[in-house]
């Protein structure tokens, strides 16, 4: 069987990634998507392995220390952390997965899965269209603009580390590009070797 | 400004490589093809560098010494090669090349042009359906049918040195296959990081 594919797709803020990865689950539906594990308390119907995994600081340090956790963040004093385990039974599984990274999430994932993982960066066709849809947004002042556009060309130094780069100019364009990135990396060869053996 | 991909499909004979190519090339129309080198002297109104590059058989020799042939094969005693410097020009100047060639002749492209070059195997769904289309095409007695059947078996079986591998069930499916392919492989980030430079 084919093992699934583990596609994150990273950005600077305002390129417009959820909307693009919205639009890429609606061409792979059966794709899963992952789970993040937090050291915060359930809210109101919160439930364990749907919204959250929710463990103790104790429990999410020996998973930090087991390897378990790919990349994690603080918020508020509380760990959010991508866990490996639930991606790795997926992909085993045959079930593609994506993902919804940041830079560092999506280059740490890389790192975790090798092959098994895809990872693309989502540029916008110019800074200007960039800054003109953040303050299009009207929800963030000037400054917090003018951080954002300097943190986005920080980011766009990264796209090299990424498998792919597609530019977002187009929303309909942008989910073609990387819907050929999953058909195409699924025909590798060497992930198709075990069609030619029972051929 | 992009490199152009060179991109050459193979598979068994019977496989239906030219209908799959002649579709490709009604996506990509813009893509140029290969003109093969051959010391046999041109018939009827054949130019020079339309239908072949018409050369002598020093000439033919030198340039393999010269390590501009890369693949070439022999027929009625005279040489038919495929040249590199046409594809390297093309490439260079941001044109695509797709090209039909032999499993010999694809992995050989591979190894001259690296990563600009994209070798895709094509496969029969299955044996029975190979032998099937063979027999259908009438023309070819049992023994020779038998014997491109074995041919058609060792092949497969350097699948795996291809980049990736094209299940030919369907027309419309196998064609949609590549195109991804030719869409995905763009953007590779190694072929996207001008765009980054440029933002």
Chains 1, 2 share one sequence.
Not at 12 to 29: D, M, N, Q, R, Y
Not at 113 to 128: C, N, Q, R
Not at 169 to 188: F, G, P, Q, V
Request: proline letters at 4%; hydrophobic letters at 35%; zero cysteines.
């Amino acid at each position: 069987m084919d093992r699934g594919l583990i596609i994150s797709v990273s950005g600077p803020s305002g390129v417009g990634k959820g909307t693009v990865l919205a639009k890429v689950k609606e061409i792979f539906p059966e794709a899963g998507q992952s789970i993040s594990v937090t050291t915060r308390n359930p809210r109101g119907e919160e439930k364990d392995g749907v919204e959250y995994y929710f463990r103790s600081k104790e429990e999410f340090k020996e998973l930090l220390s087991n390897g378990e956790i790919i990349e994690y963040d603080t918020y508020v004093g509380n760990y959010y952390g991508t866990p490996a385990a639930p991606l790795k039974e997926m992909s085993s599984s045959g079930r593609d997965v994506l993902l919804d990274l940041t830079i560092e999430g999506s280059v740490a994932l890389k790192r975790y899965f090798g092959e098994d993982a895809i990872t693309v960066f989502l540029l916008p066709p110019s800074f200007k269209v960039l800054e003109d849809r953040l303050r299009g947004r009207g929800t963030e002042d000037e400054e917090t603009i003018g951080k954002r556009m300097e943190q986005a060309r920080n980011e766009v130094l990264r796209a090299s580390e990424f498998d792919y780069i597609v530019t977002n100019d187009d929303l309909e364009a942008a989910t073609d590009r990387i819907a050929s990135i999953i058909k195409a990396e699924k025909l590798k060869s060497h992930r198709q070797a075990h069609r030619t053996e029972t051929l």
